[in-house]
């Protein structure tokens, strides 16, 4: 679920940094306890002019190279976790990039 408040666009100088957030919901409908790996990914840049950022991650371990976020997590009976994902990517204000 992408997370509104924390979604922005700033023109800072000649680039341009968007930055966007993400909730992820996790729920152990079991009567017993389990065990998840939950993975998700960043975009990853290969060009120099484009930066990708890391902000928030809740924990997950971020595989720069692969843009690979993981979280290993254990959840009791009942119980929902809820992991956020943010990043930033700056970029020269006269250039357009498309990502989701």
Same mark, same amino acid.
């Given at each position: 679920e992408k997370r509104q408040d924390?979604? +922005?666009?700033? *023109? %800072?100088?000649s680039n341009k940094t968007e930055t966007y957030s993400f909730l992820i919901t996790v729920r152990n409908n079991k009567p017993t306890p389990v065990k %998840?790996? &939950?993975? $998700?990914?960043i975009p *990853? /840049? +290969?060009? /120099?002019?484009?930066? &990708? !950022?890391? &902000? !928030?991650?809740?924990?997950?371990? #971020?595989?720069a190279i692969t843009g690979e976020v993981k979280w290993d997590i254990g959840i009791k009976p009942g119980e929902t976790k809820q992991? %956020?994902?943010?990043?930033s990517v700056k #970029?020269?204000? $006269?250039r357009t990039i498309i990502f989701e």
């Open positions: 924390f979604t +922005s666009r700033k *023109v %800072i100088g %998840i790996a &939950v993975n $998700d990914q *990853v /840049s +290969s060009n /120099s002019g484009i930066e &990708v !950022e890391a &902000v !928030e991650l809740t924990g997950g371990k #971020y595989n992991l %956020i994902m943010t990043y #970029y020269p204000k $006269d």
